[in-house]
Each structure stands twice: as structure tokens, then as C-alpha cells.
């Protein structure tokens, strides 16, 4: 056995193997035959070995980038998408969790006790500007069936925070309270008072000039039309949509409390054929009872038709409600329209879950009841809010065979 150094190593060779031994512990045990079971020398690694190491080293690394980016992708990536769900629902004839009646009436008897449910419905939405929706809430919304993933930019302007989000959706749901308020109580006869004020005038409205912020609406007339005078929005715009550009309008109007009266020529309609003022109006609305909504949390406009029902119940001593679970949705205007809303399979949804078996929704929307509408659950149209009293009628004479239902094909 022979003994030589290379490199600073200190090598041993026997026939054609050589031995590579640490040059310290070569000057410690200089044979290495002399080695003792206690010190033994660790036999070479060869070139496979290290290898194979090597690509195991490197699956395992990859495995786990593989993980951590599947982890960021499903937990904390935000995807632009918006997931609509069914959302509580809240019976309007009920009360909240403080016992205070959801909608509580001074100024006129009531008749509270004995009613049966009426329930406004709401969806549960997740994402848009300051909410995130990750992967693993994508997941779980396509197992479930009730649910609807949107874009983001196509319900929520880019430009719009979450807290002009909330504050938009608060305001229109004062708006449709206001209205439910004005038609509830003129169905029942008593006098309500709708004033229009104009709230601003564009430089480029024919009216500029002449009308001024704050002044009170009072009539309209125009050659060949005799004054009318301006109760509603909609008779406005019927009246106007009547007359061609330019036609020269007269309007008796309030300013500071004096009558004043203008002229002016009258601006194409945005859409279609007639005219419009092109000035935007604030409606005030003046009621003889005192309403209040106890309903914190929620949003937006589709709950005018089921609080009009609500307050109509209660202020009515022959019951209009029945043993009979009744949910529904719509918006509604000062001359009880029932206007459109979104998210209908998931409000049809929340309300079967809820115990109902009856769901009003408006005629416009039979479309969207097309293959979502809940097994037991039927759904009548409604156009306008005189439709809806009507089918709680039939309802509560346990007519419901009777009713009209959305065609369920397209």
C-alpha cells in the first residue's frame, strides 16, 4: 500500500483503488489499515449517487414552489369577479332582533298581531371595489348551484369606491321606501303630496337661464296642450315625450315662495322620438303618517313593492296576508309601477329556503325565472303594484292554482 499527496490530500493506493483520506486525520492515522471500528473511514460517494441526490433535491423543490404558488392563486390572489349568492330575507310584517316592528307606523291605528309573512329578499354579494374574491370562493360558488359569478366591470363603474358603492345603495333604498310610503298610503286614500324641484340646470338645456336651482315645478303646457299640472314623473315625461324639439314650453313655477312663470323651447329626448326639459328634479314627498324602516345593512331599491305590502297590512283591519309564506322582489315608482331588479335566482332561491311558497316578481323579469325557479316554489308577475294586492288576494282565498305564472321556456 502506497502513500502520496495531491492537492493537499492525502491519498492511499492498494492495486488499482485509491482511498481519499482528510490530510488531518491521515497525519493522525497514517495507515489506513490501522483504523479502528470506533474511526472508520466513510466509503467514496460515487457520481450516480450524487446524481440522484441532486434530482431528488430538485423535485422536492419544485413540489413545493408548485404548492406555495397554487396556495397564493387559491387563497390570496384577487380575481376581478363579483359572486352573487341568495341572501336573507326579511319578513317586512315582522320585527327585529330588539323587537322594534320592522316597519313601524304613528299617526293612525294599527293592526300588527294575526298577519301572515310577507318577505323582501336580497342577495349576498362578494367582490367588487374593496372586497376580494379568491380562489377558493370561485370553488366553492361553481358547486353551488344558487350562485352566479359576473365580472366585476360589468355591475361596478371602475371609477366607484366601496364607499360610494354603500352610500348609492342606501340612497336608493330610501328612495324606494319613500315611494313605497306615497303608493301604500294614496292606495288606502289618504293624501299624499309629490313636489318636484329642480335640482340642477346644465349649461346646454334650452331651460338655463330661466330655471333655477330650487325652483318648485308647478305646470306644464304647451301649444295645443292645455296646463297640466306636475304631480308625477312620469305624467311629465309622457307629456313631453309628446312634443317635438324645440316646441316652446310654458312653466308655472315656485321660486323663494312667489309664482313665477317662464318659457322656454324644449329639449330633445335623450332616447326616441319627443322632448324632455333637460334638467335633473328632486322629488319631495310629503305623507300625513309618520313611517319609519328599522332594516340596517341593506341596500339598493328592489324592497319598494314588498314594504308598499307591508304597509298597506298593517294599516288594514281585513287582512291581505294569509297562513300562506308570500316572498317577492321589485322596485317601485310614485305611481306603483313594479319596476325590474337583478339577481332573481338567487332571491328566488333565499326564499324558498325561507319557508316560501309564493314568490311575486316582476314581469320583466320572467326571463331571468327561466330554469331557476325552486322546486315548490311559484312565481306569479307582477306589473303593478295593484297586481301584487291582487295576487295576495287570491292567495289568502287559497285561489294560488289561479294565478299566473313566468313561461318557464324561452
Given at each position: 500500500m502506497?502513500?502520496?499527496?495531491?492537492?493537499?490530500?492525502?491519498?492511499w493506493r492498494q492495486g488499482l483503488e485509491e482511498v481519499v483520506v482528510n490530510k488531518e486525520l491521515c497525519a493522525h492515522n497514517p495507515d489506513p489499515e490501522a483504523r479502528t471500528q470506533s474511526d472508520p473511514i466513510s466509503p467514496p460517494v460515487s457520481r450516480s449517487q450524487t446524481q440522484h441526490r441532486s434530482r431528488g433535491l430538485s423535485q422536492w423543490t419544485l413540489s413545493l414552489a408548485l404548492i406555495l404558488v397554487g396556495l397564493y392563486f387559491l387563497l390570496f390572489f384577487r380575481y376581478p369577479v363579483v359572486i352573487n349568492s341568495p341572501g336573507p330575507t326579511f319578513d317586512v310584517l315582522g320585527?327585529?332582533?330588539?323587537?322594534?316592528?320592522?316597519?313601524?307606523?304613528?299617526?293612525?291605528?294599527?293592526?300588527?298581531?294575526?298577519?301572515?309573512?310577507?318577505?323582501?329578499?336580497?342577495?349576498?354579494?362578494?367582490g367588487g371595489p374593496g372586497s376580494m374574491v379568491n380562489g377558493l370562493d370561485i370553488i366553492m360558488s361553481i358547486l353551488n348551484p344558487s350562485s352566479e359569478i359576473t365580472p366585476?366591470?360589468?355591475?361596478?363603474?371602475?371609477?366607484?369606491?366601496?364607499?360610494?358603492?354603500?352610500t348609492i345603495g342606501l340612497q336608493q333604498m330610501d328612495q324606494s321606501q319613500l315611494a313605497a310610503e306615497s303608493v301604500a298610503l294614496s292606495s288606502l286614500g289618504y293624501q299624499v303630496n309629490i313636489t318636484w324641484t329642480a335640482a340642477e340646470?346644465?349649461?346646454?338645456?334650452?331651460?338655463?337661464?330661466?330655471?333655477?336651482?330650487?325652483?318648485?315645478?308647478?305646470?306644464?303646457?304647451?301649444?295645443?296642450?292645455?296646463?297640466?299640472?306636475?304631480?308625477?314623473?312620469?305624467?311629465?315625461?309622457?307629456?313631453?315625450?309628446e312634443l317635438p324639439p324645440g316646441t316652446q314650453l310654458k312653466l308655472e313655477v315656485t321660486r323663494k315662495g312667489n309664482p313665477v312663470s317662464l318659457q322656454f323651447p324644449s329639449m330633445a329626448a335623450a332616447?326616441?322620438?319627443?322632448?324632455?326639459?333637460?334638467?335633473?328634479?328632486?322629488?319631495?314627498?310629503?305623507?300625513?303618517?309618520?313611517?319609519?324602516?328599522?332594516?340596517?345593512?341593506?341596500?339598493?331599491?328592489?324592497?319598494?313593492?314588498?314594504?308598499?305590502?307591508?304597509?298597506?297590512?298593517?294599516?288594514?283591519?281585513?287582512?291581505?296576508?294569509?297562513?300562506?309564506?308570500?316572498?317577492?322582489?321589485?322596485?317601485?315608482?310614485?305611481?306603483?309601477?313594479?319596476?325590474?331588479?337583478?339577481?332573481?335566482?338567487?332571491?328566488m332561491a333565499g326564499a324558498k329556503q325561507d319557508g316560501a311558497e309564493f314568490f311575486l316578481a316582476p314581469s320583466e323579469n320572467c326571463a331571468d325565472t327561466v330554469g331557476h325557479v325552486p322546486q315548490g316554489l311559484k312565481v306569479t308577475p307582477i306589473t303593478t303594484f295593484n297586481d301584487a294586492l291582487r295576487a295576495l288576494e287570491l292567495i289568502r282565498q287559497d285561489r294560488g292554482k289561479d294565478l299566473p305564472t313566468c313561461p318557464q321556456s324561452k
Open positions: 502506497n502513500k502520496f499527496s495531491r492537492n493537499g490530500l492525502c491519498f320585527k327585529t332582533r330588539d323587537g322594534v316592528p320592522l316597519i313601524e307606523i304613528k299617526g293612525a291605528k294599527t293592526y300588527p298581531e294575526g298577519n301572515g309573512q310577507l318577505r323582501m329578499t336580497t342577495v349576498s354579494s362578494l366585476e366591470e360589468s355591475i361596478y363603474p371602475r371609477q366607484l369606491t366601496s364607499k360610494q358603492i354603500k340646470v346644465p349649461k346646454e338645456s334650452p331651460a338655463y337661464g330661466s330655471l333655477k336651482s330650487g325652483d318648485t315645478l308647478v305646470s306644464i303646457a304647451a301649444p295645443n296642450h292645455p296646463a297640466m299640472p306636475i304631480k308625477t314623473i312620469e305624467e311629465l315625461h309622457k307629456f313631453l315625450r332616447t326616441g322620438k319627443g322632448s324632455q326639459l333637460g334638467v335633473l328634479l328632486n322629488s319631495s314627498i310629503d305623507v300625513p303618517l309618520d313611517i319609519k324602516f328599522h332594516l340596517k345593512d341593506v341596500g339598493g331599491p328592489s324592497a319598494g313593492t314588498m314594504f308598499a305590502l307591508g304597509i298597506v297590512e298593517q294599516l288594514t283591519e281585513q287582512r291581505i296576508t294569509s297562513r300562506h309564506n308570500v316572498a317577492g322582489t321589485g322596485t317601485i315608482n310614485l305611481v306603483g309601477k313594479v319596476g325590474p331588479i337583478s339577481g332573481i335566482p338567487q332571491k
